[in-house]
């Protein structure tokens, strides 16, 4: 392993530059010409990839520079490709300006908008899921399903990053990118084939499908201390904490609500999808107090998928018990390293792979959802609850999902299975 780290640390140049000046690009060009020449790779069949890692403010000065000065010089098979971090923008005005910017100068498909959701493990095995379990076809639909949850927590604040973070909140760098993708692979209809195409299509699709937000259907919070950084400005209205119902009008989906949250300074940290179904009809054990059927997508920490069931609890008398049937992947995948998202998704743009990467109008249709909310949350129209740290958050959120349906289980707890 330390050879190899080794031999790769040989392989790492450093050059320095401005984002706007062409000396620096230009110096670029030529370290990596340099190494090409090094590989004996002929001029036209060379692979660049550039990851900017960068200020979404510079993108364009940046792809301009790459654009004039370090593109592959002739098509032999070679190739230049951009890779881009979210946030790709503030709103659906400041996203589509910069998707034309970068669209004037790069094809849609040199483009990689990356979210490094689509990269884990339990993300890609969604549509695995879905589509290749007759079990599933059936009951993924308004018939059987009573809500979604998809929930992002983490149980520590902005860590010094509150400046920053005060620039986006939680809905800007959570929801609208993390876990309304996830949405989208949970709610889309089945594509034609695995193109990448095909999937993107159908992912468009749905969000096209979604109505807009209820302002009735939203909760925000701040957490208490979040002012105390000095970086954060003192009349601060950047959420922390949001819950809001996402509603698809669909054959699907239609009065199906799908609840995404995400917050910092939670009591907990774990991002899973929740899919709970409807209370079975003609209850003659009366356990329907003890909680519904669940089946939970456990994306971090401790992977894991499970299906909560109700069963008789063993002994001589005929009483019920939740229970689970758990894949968990500490235990079923021993010695399995999963690989890292990022590490899954920089491979796939080295093969062109862009099933995992959000396409240019399915990053429209995200922000037409969040747009309108966001500005009002800008404005000041919309004030964020005060919420303590280490506590579940509002509790006008809970509320929220009671409202909706959702029905919490108290006396059950799922525990990750030890090896």
Same mark, same amino acid.
């Given at each position: ?5 080794? *031999? ?8 320095t530059g401005s984002y706007d000046t062409a ?14 020449? $090094? &590989? ?5 069949? $060379? ?9 979404? $403010? ?5 792809? &301009? ?26 709103d659906l005005a400041s996203a589509e300006e ?29 549509? +695995? ?29 902005? @860590? ?99 609840? *995404? ?8 940290? =774990?991002? @899973?999808?929740? +899919?709970?179904?409807?209370? +079975?009809?003609?209850?003659?054990? =009366? ?8 089946f939970v997508i456990r994306l971090q920490p ?17 009483? !019920? ?8 992947? !500490? ?30 109008? @399915? ?9 309108? *909310? ?13 919420? =303590? ?12 999902? @009671? ?17």
């Amino acid at each position: 392993m330390m050879r190899l780290i080794l *031999l790769l640390l040989m392989q790492i140049k450093y050059v320095t530059g401005s984002y706007d000046t062409a000396e620096g690009f230009q110096a670029l060009d030529k370290a990596i010409t340099e190494q090409e020449i $090094s &590989k004996n790779i002929r001029e036209g069949l $060379s692979r660049r990839l550039f990851y900017l890692a960068l200020p979404p $403010s510079v993108y364009p000065q940046v792809c &301009k520079m790459i654009k004039s000065y370090c593109m592959n010089k002739s098509d032999l098979g070679g190739w230049t490709r951009i890779v881009v971090e979210k946030p790709f923008g503030k709103d659906l005005a400041s996203a589509e300006e910069l998707s034309s910017q970068i669209g004037e100068l790069f094809d849609e498909p040199q483009i990689y908008r990356i979210d490094h959701y689509l990269g884990k493990e339990l993300v890609q095995n969604l549509l +695995v899921l879905r589509f290749a379990n007759r079990l599933f076809l059936p009951l993924w639909n308004r018939d059987n399903i009573d809500n979604v949850q998809i929930v992002f927590r983490e149980d520590f604040g902005t @860590e010094g990053r509150g400046g920053y973070f005060d620039q986006y909140g939680i809905i800007r760098d959570i929801i609208q990118n993390h876990l309304l993708q996830v949405f989208c692979l949970v709610a889309m209809e089945k594509p034609v084939s695995l193109k990448p195409e095909h999937i993107r299509d159908e992912k468009v699709k749905v969000l096209q499908s979604v109505i807009p937000i209820k302002d009735k259907e939203v909760v925000i919070g701040q957490y208490e201390g979040y002012k105390d950084d000095p970086t954060v400005p003192d009349n601060s209205n950047t959420p922390t904490f949001a819950t809001m119902i996402l509603r698809i009008h669909n054959e699907r989906w239609e009065g199906v609500p799908f609840i *995404l949250k995400a917050g910092k300074a939670l009591n907990s940290r =774990k991002a @899973e999808i929740r +899919v709970q179904f409807k209370d +079975v009809p003609g209850d003659i054990f =009366k356990c329907q107090k003890q909680g519904r059927n669940e089946f939970v997508i456990r994306l971090q920490p401790s992977e894991a998928m499970y299906m909560k069931l109700t069963v008789k609890q063993p002994g001589l008398e005929m009483s !019920t018990a939740q229970s689970e049937l758990d894949l968990s992947y !500490t235990q079923r995948y021993q010695g399995v390293v999963i690989p890292e998202a990022y590490e899954r998704l920089i491979l796939d743009t080295i093969k062109g792979d862009q099933q995992h990467f959000v396409r240019r109008d @399915e990053q429209k249709a995200a922000w037409e959802i969040f747009t309108p *909310l966001l500005h009002r949350i800008d404005d000041g129209e919309f004030k964020p609850i005060p919420y =303590k740290m280490g506590s579940r958050g509002p509790v006008e959120a809970d509320e929220l999902l @009671e409202g909706a349906g959702y029905v919490q289980t108290h006396d059950y707890i799922w525990i990750p299975p030890s090896l």
